[in-house]
């Protein structure tokens, strides 16, 4: 499977954008899918997951703030991010965490979506 991310763009302090992640096969069979991001300078950092049943899961920075959701029927995976700050700034990626460990990821990292925060 190849997942392609899209939907970045530039928007101010508060803001909201919502990204999407196009998978090339029915994803219907993947159990988790996630979202990543890597700030210039940062190591690349987990954001966000949802298992195939709709259970979700999120990282501090993002929790009340950012929202995964998937539909199967469209091969896509969501990432809704409101209230966005400076520190939100990044490119953002989507991939397939490892069973083991939600850290570390099944598939090539793509070019991702850039997302940039500015007053």
């Known amino acids: 499977v190849q997942l392609q991310a899209s939907g970045g763009g530039l928007v101010q302090i508060g803001g909201f954008l919502r990204l999407s992640c196009a998978a090339s096969?029915?994803?219907?069979?993947?159990?988790?899918m996630g979202w990543y991001r890597q700030a210039p300078g940062k190591q690349r950092e987990l954001v966000a997951t949802?298992?195939?049943?709709?259970?979700?899961d999120y990282a501090e920075f993002v929790k009340g703030r950012f929202t995964v959701s998937r539909d199967n029927a469209k091969n896509t995976v969501y990432l809704q991010m409101n209230s966005l700050k400076p520190e939100d700034t990044a490119v953002y990626y989507c991939?397939?965490?490892?069973?083991?460990?939600?850290?570390?990821?099944?598939?090539?990292w793509g070019q991702g979506t850039l997302v940039t925060v500015s007053s």
């Open positions: 096969r029915n994803i219907k069979s993947i159990d988790d």
């Open positions: 991939n397939i965490p490892m069973a083991w460990s939600k850290q570390w990821v099944s598939l090539p």
């Open positions: 949802i298992s195939s049943g709709g259970n979700t």
